[in-house]
């Protein structure tokens, strides 16, 4: 399921839910009766205000996906600042909780056993009232400075080998309390001023509601098949980053993630739109090999192709078979327990076996072979975010908004050339190399679900005059007079950026 716990969800500020918030305090509080060692009206409202909210705010979220809310039925899953836990008081959420129930502004869509979640949705009035706002942009409370770093490992046995469970044989995430240090200071207090950036930002989609509608039933469909977990429901107001470090080791991983925009299939990624205007997204070529290559001491040729490893009929950087070659590769240098076997339908695309693919990527990079089945993949990645995080901190100083994309950058069009810079001035001063990067296309409606190579040919048989993917223009708002969601979304960003 997609459902996620109602405190995962950001807290959002808008005149609308204050509105709401008011009326549910005011029959919260009406009971309140003071008296020896109960805390002040002040305190409970205080408390009642932030659980009211955060629930609120998480049933809005939910409401225009058409999904639930997940909320624990264990007092022993609230506890003050415990990792993992809800931060928030059991009693007092129990008593926002059915106070929505006597409204009738919630209703449970499928009831938790004893010990597990319930799901919940909003109803009757509050329903409607989600309904009549549509989707519509609203400030999200900023991300706690302590939550802007995470430390994960996986379950392991006796002998330290990772726990696998189920028929899929898949590893349960475990999530550590982050090490104090200076250089952790320094992470929260970068990222906490990337955040503060990104929530002041509208990050949508133009695409029109039958091709956003055909875009989240592609996902849902990925997520069904069995597909890695990196789709999800989009929401829109899910703008903050959380750094996620690995393996119990804050120099593994470090990169950036929960973006609603990470979760796109790379195709539509195009169509995101920051503040209404277009954007092109610039990623390194080969970061990771490149990153090997550069920690071993050995030079790799900028302009080479680390994932032609002489296939027949290469048809270099546009090739159908490069995305699943790079996929391989990635999971064979992070295979660190040398569990990964090539899937069954990628060998099959490629027209070669599991033995005959790793002849010819040894071939292909035979000075960093003993690394490419090392687990190297989680080192490469802690500069790769390393470098993102100069990246992003490059541009927001000039308040100009940029997406990380682990190993990409999303900004707006205009910033290509100042992209692509930064991007390289970075990665050759983190690993004194230097490397090449790939631009992806403007897309428009009119283009979704067609290739990038599928744009280039239709640009060259149009009329330039039509503009159909160039930079010009991309500073325009996008021009649409047809009834959109993201109409609505972009529009009522608009009126509070005026406001603000």
């Known amino acids: 399921?997609?459902?996620?716990?109602?405190?995962?969800?950001?807290?959002?500020?808008?005149?609308?839910?204050?509105?709401?918030?008011?009326?549910?305090?005011?029959?919260?509080?009406?009971?309140?009766?003071?008296?020896?060692?109960?805390?002040?009206?002040?305190t409970y409202e205080a408390s009642y205000r932030a659980i009211g909210i955060q629930l609120l705010s998480a049933l809005y979220a939910a409401h225009h996906p058409h999904e639930a809310v997940s909320m624990p039925k264990r007092s022993g899953s609230y506890k003050k600042n415990k990792l993992g836990s809800v931060n928030y008081s059991y009693r007092n959420t129990r008593a926002v909780y059915e106070k929505l129930e006597t409204l009738g502004w919630i209703k449970i869509s499928q009831a938790g056993k004893e010990g597990s979640y319930t799901r919940i949705i909003a109803a009757g009035d509050l329903a409607r009232a989600f309904d009549e706002w549509g989707l519509i942009w609203m400030l999200p409370e900023l991300l706690a400075k302590n939550d802007c770093v995470a430390l994960r490992d996986v379950k392991r046995d006796k002998e330290g080998k990772p726990i696998r469970t189920g028929k899929k044989k898949k590893t349960t995430k475990i999530d550590l309390e982050v090490p104090e240090s200076e250089l952790t200071d320094q992470h929260r207090t970068n990222l906490s001023y990337i955040n503060n950036k990104l929530r002041q930002h509208s990050i949508s989609l133009d695409l029109n509601n039958e091709h956003l509608l055909q875009l989240q039933k592609e996902m849902a469909q990925k997520k069904k098949e069995g597909v890695e977990d990196s789709y999800r429901s989009l929401h829109f107001q899910r703008v903050q980053l959380t750094r996620i470090f690995s393996r119990g080791s804050m120099e593994l991983g470090g990169r950036f993630y929960r973006g609603w925009w990470q979760s796109l299939p790379s195709k539509h990624r195009p169509h995101i739109r920051i503040d209404g205007k277009k954007t092109i997204e610039v990623d390194y070529s080969g970061m990771s090999l490149r990153i090997i290559y550069a920690l071993a001491g050995q030079r790799f040729d900028s302009n080479a192709d680390p994932y032609d490893i002489g296939l027949p009929q290469w048809e270099g950087l546009g090739d159908s078979r490069r995305k699943s070659v790079k996929k391989i590769i990635n999971a064979l240098i992070n295979d660190e327990d040398h569990v990964f076997s090539i899937p069954k339908r990628d060998l099959k695309e490629l027209k070669v076996t599991d033995e005959e693919f790793r002849l010819l990527l040894v071939k292909k990079h035979p000075l960093i072979e003993k690394e490419l089945s090392s687990g190297i993949g989680l080192k490469t990645q802690y500069i790769d975010s390393q470098i993102a995080e100069a990246v992003m901190l490059d541009f927001w100083k000039e308040d100009v908004a940029v997406l990380p994309v682990h190993d990409s950058f999303v900004v707006p069009a205009g910033f290509q050339m100042a992209l692509e810079a930064s991007m390289k001035n970075h990665f050759n001063l983190l690993t004194g190399s230097d490397i090449s990067l790939e631009a992806e296309v403007v897309k428009l409606d009119g283009h979704f679900g067609l290739s990038k190579g599928e744009i280039l040919e239709l640009e060259a048989a149009e009329d330039e005059s039509q503009g159909i993917v160039s930079g010009i223009g991309s500073w325009d708002d996008v021009a649409d007079n047809q009834r959109r969601i993201t109409n609505k979304y972009l529009s009522s960003w608009d009126r509070w950026k005026i406001s603000s």
């Open 1 to 42: 399921m997609n459902d996620l716990r109602f405190d995962w969800y950001p807290s959002l500020s808008s005149p609308q839910l204050e509105e709401r918030l008011a009326l549910l305090l005011e029959e919260l509080l009406k009971d309140y009766k003071p008296g020896r060692g109960v805390p002040s009206r002040d």
